[in-house]
């Protein structure tokens, strides 16, 4: 059965040294959030399209093995039983996805071995902002770093958020445990996605901060898992100054500039949104090795992604 509880949180240290009134306090002030472990597929569609109007296939993008046996216990209760002590691989598609024909059942990881994982729920959280549903939360016990997941596929029904396309049948080759976060997907975000000067809340997942004034277009770059600077600080200007944005100019000329500033902070998520202050056609995102790390401490390569048109 799908049911709606508590979003997960990665950065669940915020709850050591609080009372529980506290804790109490500081999850009701986040909305609820959509996690499902039914282990079949019930969705009954006669969608049966892979390929979208603009002709471009529904894909995963990247499946990343980013915790071994390593959510944390408080995972039982804001994401579902089993969670706690589970392994964590966020999973990305090629497009935005309609969480209510997704269930743990539509899906199998493959080890190296040959072994078929236990997927325990899926999650959307903690990349639930509006414009981010390409990324889905796995924790389970699909895998160690002796018997690694190497596949994940999509087995059932699972369509995109508007139901014009099925991934039924889509699968992509798992990130080993040992490797850092790249950039797998950037997007120009509208401006009803920005949420001009809204200020980020306490919690460290969910009401992520929004643009700041002088904003004149924003790009949405989703990495394979969630990133922070090493020993899980949020980033800052360190980071901030490392992205190379590629601006096609109306004249023709290409300008490489650095975003003035970052948004989509302090949710605990795999996105960025990079704020810039010039005109012109976004092309492309650059990010140098060595500044963010994944949940495991992985510092990120050298990555490098195309802006989707």
Same mark, same amino acid.
């Given at each position: 059965m799908k049911t709606y509880i508590f979003a997960p949180v990665l950065l669940f240290l915020i709850f050591a040294g609080? =009372?529980?009134?506290e804790q109490i306090q500081l999850i009701r002030s986040y909305k609820n959030n959509m996690v499902d472990s039914s282990p079949v597929d019930t969705t009954v569609t006669d969608v049966t399209a892979d390929i979208d109007s !603009? %002709?471009?296939?529904?894909?995963?993008? =990247? @499946?990343f093995y980013?915790?071994? #046996?390593?959510l944390p216990g408080v995972a039982d209760k804001g994401m579902c039983e089993g969670a706690g002590g589970a392994d964590g691989m966020p999973v990305i598609f090629s497009h935005e996805i309609d969480f209510s024909t997704m269930e743990t059942g539509d899906f199998r990881i493959t080890t190296a071995s040959g072994k078929i994982g236990e997927i325990t729920c899926v999650?959307? @959280?903690?990349?639930?902002?509006?414009?981010e549903y390409r990324t889905a939360l796995f924790a389970g016990h699909y895998g160690s770093i002796d018997d690694q997941p190497v596949k994940v596929e999509v087995v059932g029904n699972l369509l995109s958020i508007d139901n014009t396309i099925n991934f039924k049948g889509a699968s992509v080759e798992v990130t080993p445990l040992e490797e850092g976060a790249t950039m797998i997907w950037a997007e120009v975000v509208p401006e009803d996605q920005w949420k001009m000067g809204q200020e980020a809340t /306490?919690?460290?997942? %969910?009401? =992520? =901060?929004g643009v700041p004034e002088g904003t004149k277009q924003v790009v949405r770059v989703t990495w394979a898992g969630g990133i922070t600077k090493p020993g899980g600080d949020e980033v800052d200007d360190v980071e901030r100054v490392q992205y190379k944005v590629t601006v096609l100019k109306e004249d023709g000329s290409e300008i490489e500039v650095t975003p003035f500033a970052l948004a989509d902070l302090v #949710?605990?998520?795999?996105? !960025?949104?990079?704020?810039?202050?010039?005109?012109?056609?976004?092309?492309?995102?650059?990010?140098p090795a %060595?500044?963010?790390?994944? /949940?495991?401490?992985?510092?990120n390569p050298e990555t490098t992604i195309i802006i989707s048109k």
């Open positions: 609080c =009372s529980k009134i !603009h %002709g471009r296939q529904a894909t995963l993008l =990247s @499946a980013g915790l071994d #046996d390593a999650t959307l @959280a903690p990349a639930d902002d509006k414009g /306490p919690l460290p997942w %969910g009401g =992520s =901060s #949710d605990g998520d795999n996105n !960025h949104l990079l704020c810039l202050d010039v005109a012109g056609t976004p092309q492309s995102v650059y990010f %060595g500044y963010m790390t994944d /949940p495991r401490e992985d510092l």
